[in-house]
């Protein structure tokens, strides 16, 4: 059962990526443009605009897997930020003081710092096209 789960890892990971990165990306447009039930937030407002456009861009990079731990640990840093700047001076907890998305954010986008794209991202096609033309050119034969 074990080697079964392991060999999964990959593909559940890239599933776990794909479902964070859009949520994040939801909360982006709903900040930035009003959509989704969200509130449009006036450009340049802080760290309300700046936090909506890192959770679109930074969202959007990793749904498609791509500079995903980049992406990710910039992100997860927003989350930190917006949770005990904005959430944590109202109360300690995050069940009283409405900060349970950004503290589940944080975490999950950590996660992924570590972690990596999984499957299905364009960081490991990405990685697969250069293994194999360095692959390629390794066995090239070496002109005299």
Partial sequence: MTGRLNSAQPYAIGLFRIVVGLLFTCHG?????GVLGGQKVAAGTWPSWYAGVI????????LVGLATRAAAFVSSGSMAYAYFKVHQPEALWPMENGGEASAMFCWALLLLVFTGSGAFGLDQLFAKNRSSTVQE???EPVAA
């Fill in 29 to 33: 447009a709903a900040l930035l443009f």
């Fill in 55 to 62: 959770e679109l861009v930074g969202g959007a990079l990793v």
């Fill in 137 to 139: 050119r390794s066995s």
